[in-house]
């Protein structure tokens, strides 16, 4: 006989399928895992593939990760589906979770990419067409890097964000006093993903800055900040680091800057108007 699935929170009009595939895999009837139904296994939420950790609330309403984490941090920790509270600590639906790694999932944004539902969840946060938020503090829109800088370079943004077209040759006025430049500057990185620079500032002696990445990995920077003159050997100063994600400096704005100068090491390349050449060269890190 069949076996009898009795899984809380999973539809009853989907347990006569998931007793098909449990029961074909324990039978080792079928040698390759099924396609999951894109409409079957999406979160009831946010419509995304339930290919991560799967939630449920005392009456059996199911959710994914990312969805628990907004409901619990909103304050209200009402279940979306049922207004019930959600139980603390929270409710795994294992069951769910078991059947749902036997099967293959394409990945949520359509880039063609399928797999076990381990192997598209690792993909899903290096994926390129992954919606990422926008890094200004302020805004909410989402869109794929690919898509930022046309989103970064639109009216909304015109009094924060400035648009280079080249990543060298950039001025770098010093200031003695501690100041901050809240302004955006927005470079064209690698595989025309844009690459930021800002929170530009001088705090005791030191010209610090956030150089961030909006691709979903890391970026190998160096700055290279040499003199405006043209002196018979021109001096220079270079700084190597890893881009910071955007979204961790939005998110912590005390985060320390990967980008830092002191004043002693370039004050002898100063114009007369305490002004440097600043270049920036971007490589993929993996």
Not at 139 to 145: D, Y
Not at 183 to 200: H, Q, R, S, W
């Amino acid at each position: 006989p069949n076996a009898s699935w009795l899984i809380r929170g999973v539809q009853p009009s989907l347990w006569p399928r998931m007793g098909k595939r449990a029961s074909g895999a324990q039978g080792g009837n079928e040698k390759k895992s099924k396609l999951a139904d894109s409409d079957d296994w999406d979160c009831p939420i946010c419509a995304v593939s339930l290919t991560g950790r799967i939630f449920q609330c005392a009456q059996g309403h199911y959710m994914c990760q990312e969805c628990l984490e907004k409901v619990t941090s909103s304050g209200s920790r009402k279940c979306p589906s049922c207004n019930h509270d959600m139980p603390t600590p929270a409710i795994r639906n294992l069951g769910m979770e078991k059947v749902a790694s036997k099967l293959h999932f394409s990945c949520p944004w359509d880039c063609g990419f399928q797999g076990l539902s381990e192997s598209v969840e690792k993909h899903k946060g290096t994926c390129r067409l992954l919606p990422i938020p926008c890094p200004a503090r302020a805004c909410t829109h989402k869109c794929k890097a690919s898509d930022m800088l046309q989103h970064l370079s639109s009216q909304q943004h015109a009094d924060a964000v400035v648009v280079l077209r080249r990543c060298s040759n950039l001025t770098l006025t010093w200031q003695d006093r501690d100041y901050s430049d809240q302004k955006f500057l927005v470079m064209p990185g690698p595989d025309n993903m844009p690459v930021l620079a800002y929170e530009a500032k001088t705090k005791d002696g030191f010209w610090l800055c956030h150089v961030c990445h909006t691709a979903p990995s890391p970026l190998l920077f160096t700055a290279t900040a040499s003199s405006k003159q043209t002196p018979r050997k021109p001096e220079q100063v270079s700084v190597t680091g890893l881009t910071t994600n955007a979204q961790s400096v939005k998110a912590s704005p005390g985060l320390r800057p990967n980008l830092v100068l002191h004043r002693c090491q370039v004050e002898h390349m100063f114009n007369d108007s305490k002004q440097l050449s600043l270049s920036f060269d971007f490589r993929d890190a993996r």
